[in-house]
């Protein structure tokens, strides 16, 4: 069994920086690309990054310039540091990761964290 979970958000004024943290658990054999996503209130589900398992990335346009994902391969988790917030980055932000494991490839999804950014 796999589990990703999710740390690190919280309440953060306008302007400041929240480090967001993805740890995989359980029998894994490889990650692939694991993304960071999030859902504002009423609204759907956006990827804000990706990474490759060899670290190549990308961002949303909302992100670029202010957000740097990364990972660390052999703690198996990966980070989202969020600088400049904007109170419209307020969301839960999700994990998710493309795990091999026993010969089958498949997708999982953290619970998600709340990020609130507000004066």
């Known amino acids: 069994q796999v589990q990703l979970v999710e740390s690190g958000g919280g309440l953060v004024q306008p302007g400041g920086s929240l480090r967001l943290s993805c740890t995989a658990s359980?029998?894994?054999?490889?990650?692939?690309?694991m993304d960071w996503y999030r859902q504002a209130p009423g609204k759907q589900r956006e990827l804000v990054a990706t990474?490759?398992?060899?670290?190549?990335?990308n961002y949303a346009a909302s992100a670029k310039g202010r957000f740097t994902i990364s990972r660390d391969n052999i703690k198996n988790t990966m980070y989202l540091q969020m600088n400049s917030l904007k109170p419209e980055d307020t969301a839960v932000y999700y994990c998710?990761?493309?795990?091999?494991?026993?010969?089958?490839?498949?997708?999982?999804w953290g619970q998600g964290t709340q990020v609130t950014v507000s004066s």
């Open positions: 998710k990761a493309d795990i091999g494991r026993l010969g089958v490839r498949r997708v999982y």
């Open positions: 359980g029998s894994i054999f490889t990650i692939y690309d």
């Open positions: 990474i490759t398992s060899i670290g190549s990335t």
